[in-house]
């Protein structure tokens, strides 16, 4: 049980277990937003004399986890729209968006998703017909679970002027009844923008309270930092936030690829910013996800003799964008699925290594979920970061035998590419998954569900330690945002960002992973979560929403 209270000259937090990496240790003295020392309690008690006192209660602490791919805004909007996670038929999904109907107000796009197709006995994507019934005459756009899909009522097609003569937009897809050419009502990859804008951008006071939400959750994992990958408007909320001090978390801010030519014409540079707000590389789309089956591949999907997937980017406009960031300081990431996109995606990095040596880039490949053979040891050789999201393996296992078969032996293959010497980062990828760290540990360490105990780990062998999945959320990430000086560490310098859990997780069985909570979370000194009190009232946000994952992606 953790007593006492932060001082205002300094806290040492004492009689815990303090996991260094290295030298075991008992308490951290804090001071001014940094680690002024590590070590025994006895030891910090007599150099910092005038500093109160913090019992851990020989609680096990940690550095505070870093998500390194998250869509915070977008995850804050989740938690008030139509959530379809977990619907286990289209009949189920149906009904809630017809309950969300009912509730809303009469002029309200109806806007939500997390639905997931593969979970359903009908065997198919939804389609407009399906949600005319209940919608009526509102436009209604749901999203799938990856993000990378709409589902659309007629009223929303017929307010965006898609009809059955509307071409396919470059990267993106209408489905067309193969009968009449009629659009279906799913949309694919840049097929969505136009009901996406149709729909309306949260408003600025929106988006700030969206981050806020978010927060209050994030602080409840045990989260200090996250890497966004959403647009300029939540870039502009974040500095909103921080010239207010209302923003709790440090961000590592991706510039949209929209917003490349921009950023050069500034002379902005990929590690510009502080320990609160620091910009990271410009985010590239290549291809689209395994879920709605457009992630680029080398061969085609099994069953599927005619989809390779959905290319977003060719390889010359990969090429093209990587070099042209990396010539003006501006290191890449680039969300690629399958193993044709990565490998055009390390294609495109190995042609930039000259100014990406010249400026000191880390460049990351988002997600990296399947993977040639050929191609894995290339990351390493190229200094390429993975940015990995263990739940994503977890969820995804069925789905990646059922379209990938036996080229899933290196989906989400943790363990081969650390064996390469690749460095790793892992995130949530909320609202598409749980921000729950604890649990992406667990998947990690295991490669099965939680709640699966019986069930054998899909391919053992990429299976990490423990500390290794620690490592991935914290030194990993402050690695790929270049600030492993001063973040993913409990050193003397280092800011002052710690959890502290309710149980060892070096300690526990793996399978108790996910049942251990976080009893306290710091960040910048600051207790920004305890077990004794609200995480929305420590983080600014009155919010009350739950700590599940939402139901769309920004």
């Known amino acids: 049980m953790i007593e006492g209270e932060p001082g205002q000259a300094g806290t040492v937090y004492e009689d815990g ?45 940690l550095p505070a986890f870093t998500d390194s791919h998250i869509h915070v805004a977008s995850f804050g909007l989740s938690l008030r729209q139509v959530d379809l996670r977990g619907a286990a038929s289209l009949r189920e999904a149906v009904a809630r968006v017809g309950d969300a109907v009912r509730a809303a107000g009469a002029a309200e796009w109806i ?38 899909t709409a589902w659309a009522n007629t009223a ?17 897809l209408i489905v067309r009844d193969p009968a009449t050419g009629e659009p279906t009502g799913l949309l694919a990859e840049r097929a969505t923008h136009p009901l996406l804008a149709l729909a309306g951008r949260p408003s600025p006071e929106a988006l700030e309270r969206a981050i806020l939400d978010a927060s209050a959750v994030l602080h409840r994992a045990g989260v200090s930092g996250v890497h966004v990958v959403e647009g300029k408007e939540v870039f502009a909320a974040f500095q909103r936030l921080r010239a207010r001090g209302a923003l709790t978390l440090r961000v590592c801010m991706m510039v949209p690829e929209d917003g490349l030519d921009a950023a050069i014409a500034l002379g902005l540079r990929t590690g510009f910013g502080d320990a609160t707000l620091r910009v990271g590389g410009v985010k590239i789309f290549s291809d689209g996800a395994l879920g709605s089956q457009t992630a680029s591949m080398l061969e085609p999907y099994e069953g599927q003799p005619d989809n390779r997937g959905v290319v977003v980017r060719t390889r010359e406009q990969l090429h093209a964008l990587v070099g042209r960031a990396a010539s003006a300081g501006i290191a890449s990431v680039v969300h690629a699925i399958g193993d044709r996109a990565n490998r055009w995606v390390l294609d495109a990095i190995e042609a930039a290594r000259d100014d990406s040596a010249r400026f000191g880039l880390r460049h990351r490949i988002e997600h990296v979920q399947v993977l040639h053979p050929d191609d894995l040891p290339r990351l390493a050789r190229l200094g390429v970061v993975a940015s990995m999201q263990p739940i994503h393996c977890t969820q995804d296992r069925d789905i990646a035998d059922r379209y990938w078969g036996a080229r899933a032996r ?3 293959a943790f363990r081969s590419l650390l064996e390469c010497g690749t460095r790793l980062t892992f995130g949530s990828d909320a609202p598409v998954e749980t921000p729950d760290v604890l649990a992406g540990i667990h998947a990690a360490v295991t490669r099965r569900r939680s709640g699966e105990p019986e069930r054998p780990a899909w391919y053992p062998e990429e299976c990490l330690t423990v500390g290794e999945a620690v490592r ?29 859990l309710s149980g060892d997780p070096f300690a526990v069985a793996p399978d108790a992973l996910p049942g251990l909570r976080v009893a306290l979370t710091v960040v910048d000194g600051e207790v920004r979560y305890s077990g004794s009190s609200s995480a929305a009232e420590s983080s600014g946000s009155s919010s009350s929403s739950s700590s599940s994952a939402g139901a769309s992606i920004g």
């Open 17 to 61: 277990s303090i996991w260094t990496g290295g030298a075991p240790a008992s308490a951290l003295a804090v001071r001014g937003g940094r680690i002024a020392a590590v070590g025994e309690t006895r030891d910090l008690r007599d150099a910092f004399p005038a500093f109160a006192r913090v019992s851990l209660g020989g609680l096990t602490v």
């Open 111 to 148: 806007q939500g998703g997390g639905w997931d197709k593969n979970l359903w006995p009908e065997g198919r994507f939804p389609r407009r017909g399906d949600l005319d019934p209940v919608t009526g005459g509102r436009p209604a756009l749901l999203r799938s679970k990856d993000g990378h």
């Open 156 to 172: 929303a097609l017929a307010l965006a002027g898609i009809t059955r003569d509307t071409p396919d937009p470059e990267g993106g």
């Open 410 to 412: 290196y989906a989400y």
């Open 472 to 500: 991935a959320y914290t030194e990993g990430p402050a690695y790929a945002a270049g600030e492993e000086r001063e973040k993913g560490a409990l050193r003397a310098g280092c800011v002052a960002d710690f959890v502290a």
